[in-house]
């Protein structure tokens, strides 16, 4: 039994030794606890839209807005007709929303962010991957309240941000450091949207490359996978694992669709242009004038109140759509419903959101594309049925392209798509018309606080240092290394000091042995106590002041690993031999040179960019 215990406690030492020591160890870890948390944050967050959408929109107001087959959770008889509640139950959640955010999070006003998807990139670039749980635990819970009573945002952009806060908040409890709080921050991001669209590879990638334009966060995807993997399962041990659009058909690719999908891809570059130039107008030329000058709740509720009296007589505007979207895949609106639908959506999206009401731009994206892609391939088969068989593949396409372009996202939205329907057979048209909606759109974007790419990002500053000088080696600057005077170590102190100190500005000393081999190093600061102690000079040698543990460097050796030597070691300069088999000492190289060579670098890539 003792044998047991002792077997039992080493492993959990060696355990604890590999969390501490290896930090994608300890990240894998974490993102398995993450994922449990955000598939049952994700759990709660779905279950109370969908019942505040049941009780509020079908029974009060009596008003029947048709869900997704396979999300339709509660069923009912529906209520007597009263559409004028709707107006009033958003004027309400606006009203609270403002009142709330003021009171509490103030500093969360939404004056440059879009949704809780921009909050989470906003907080990776500038706030070292921090975000407060109360900003957390009151946008979600208005999200609930905004979505459920008929506002036109999407959960993707709440759940994104509760996933987020989720792992930012256990990195700050664990004590983590930045870099590692930033990536379990996107690892619960990623959790969190791969539990809502039941879709965890789509989840996890969007996760991580909705921050940049054209790059990707490639450290946190393993833990953003695994993090997704276990929010789904959660997500679905719970809901069933049945897709979204439970009723539609297998779709196929025919290579005769090409040149439609080419004007399907051309159409969403300008519809995601003119639905993104719309959001910011609306935000910025309407609501954030009169925020400043009546203040958030007035703002909140004014926006509550359009949206509220669009969705009274538009019901097709209210909340997320999915279930419009799934009629328009299995044709069941004419191509004027849509056009209606796609440009009545864009405004009710813009007033809900430019209003700073909680709520996400992801889903309202993805209905604006699925109507335009239902708009080419409509006609595109009343014209063409012998090219264009089955219009609802368009709307497919047009949901991942769309938002590719619109959102600046180019893998996460068409694998998406795919787990939505449980279907790879459109993903050649997936991926062609989203990578011309990307170059089309490449300089818009939904989210305020995307950046280019890693170059851009604070949170990468000091790797970018480090990334540079890895690809320059210390050969090229061998010319700038400073002349070195080597010290046999049999050398009295005092005539070191007499024949080579008095003539030299030399801070550091290699020591070399008879054969001329280096055995050791000191610099100014050893013999210091010694300078002005004749009794001493005169007893001591070289070797007895010298360092015999030399860290030296290489001319094949990067810039990088010799300024990580001088970092560790916290000295000035290093010797630099010939070769690793007893070769001989060129020069000292400096700390000081390698900054100066990478503001040469700096100012060149900035020359070259300009």
Not at 86 to 114: E, R, W
Not at 222 to 229: D, E, G, K, Q
Not at 592 to 607: G, R, T
């Amino acid at each position: 039994m003792d044998s047991i215990i002792f077997k039992i406690k080493s492993l959990w030492s060696s355990i604890k030794e590999v969390y501490r020591g290896i930090s994608s160890f300890r990240l894998m870890m974490i993102s398995i606890i993450l994922g449990i948390l955000a598939g049952l944050g994700a759990a709660l967050f779905f279950l109370g839209i969908e019942w505040t959408k049941f009780k509020l929109i079908h029974q009060l107001a009596g008003i029947a807005v048709p869900g997704p087959s396979g999300e339709e959770i509660f069923k009912g008889k529906i209520g007597p007709f009263r559409p004028w509640l709707i107006p009033i139950f958003t004027t309400l959640v606006g009203l609270i929303t403002g009142i709330l955010v003021k009171k509490f999070i103030p500093y969360a006003q939404q004056d440059h962010i879009t949704d809780g998807t921009d909050t989470i990139t906003r907080a990776f670039h500038q706030n070292e991957g921090r975000i407060n749980p109360l900003v957390t635990f009151l946008k979600g819970l208005t999200a609930v309240f905004t979505i459920g009573s008929g506002g036109s945002a999407g959960r993707e952009g709440p759940i994104t941000l509760i996933g987020g806060g989720i792992g930012s908040y256990l990195g700050s409890l664990l004590k983590l450091s930045p870099k590692e709080r930033r990536i379990l921050l996107l690892a619960g991001a990623g959790g969190g949207l791969g539990a809502i669209f039941r879709a965890p590879l789509g989840g996890a990638i969007t996760g991580v490359e909705i921050i940049y334009k054209e790059d990707f966060e490639s450290e946190a995807l393993l833990p953003a996978i695994i993090s997704s993997v276990i929010a789904y399962t959660v997500f679905t041990l719970i809901y069933g694992n049945h897709p979204i659009f439970l009723e539609i058909p297998h779709f196929y690719f025919n290579p005769k669709e090409l040149p439609f999908y080419l004007i399907l891809a051309l159409f969403c570059s300008f519809c995601g242009y003119l639905y993104v130039k719309t959001f910011f107008f609306i935000k910025y030329s309407i609501f954030q004038k009169i925020k400043k000058r009546a203040g958030l709740i007035i703002t909140c509720g004014l926006g509550g109140l359009i949206m509220g009296i669009l969705g009274m007589f538009m019901p097709f505007v209210l909340s997320g759509g999915y279930g419009y979207l799934e009629m328009a895949i299995l044709g069941k609106l004419s191509l004027l419903t849509m056009v209606c639908f796609m440009i009545a959506k864009t405004i009710a999206t813009s007033v809900t959101i430019g209003s700073e009401m909680s709520g996400g731009m992801f889903a309202p994206t993805l209905f604006v594309g699925g109507m335009a892609g239902g708009i080419i391939g409509t006609f595109a088969h009343t014209h063409y049925p012998q090219l264009v068989a089955h219009p609802g593949a368009f709307v497919l396409v047009g949901m991942a392209s769309f938002f590719a372009g619109a959102g600046s996202a180019p893998i996460g939205p068409f694998i998406l798509v795919c787990e939505l329907t449980q279907d790879y057979g459109l993903l050649a048209p997936l991926m062609f018309c989203s990578a011309i909606c990307i170059f089309f759109n490449r300089k818009i974007s939904i989210y305020e606080n995307q950046l280019d790419n890693k170059f851009q990002s604070p949170a990468h500053s000091g790797e970018l240092f480090v990334d540079i000088l890895s690809n320059h080696k210390v050969e090229e600057l061998l010319d700038e290394l400073d002349p070195v005077y080597v010290v046999p170590e049999d050398m009295k102190f005092s005539d070191f000091k007499k024949k080579i100190f008095i003539n030299t500005t030399q801070y550091s000393f290699p020591v070399v042995d008879k054969n001329g081999r280096l055995t050791g190093i000191f610099s100014s600061s050893d013999f210091r106590h010694m300078l002005f102690n004749p009794e001493i000079e005169e007893l001591v040698i070289i070797k007895d002041i010298a360092v015999s543990d030399v860290v030296v460097t290489y001319p094949d050796e990067s810039l990088n690993r010799a300024l990580d030597k001088l970092t560790q070691k916290n000295i000035d300069a290093l010797p630099v031999l010939s070769d690793k088999e007893d070769g001989e000492i060129l020069g000292l190289l400096r700390r000081k040179s390698i900054i100066i060579f990478y503001n040469k670098l700096i100012e060149k890539l900035k020359s070259t960019k300009l």
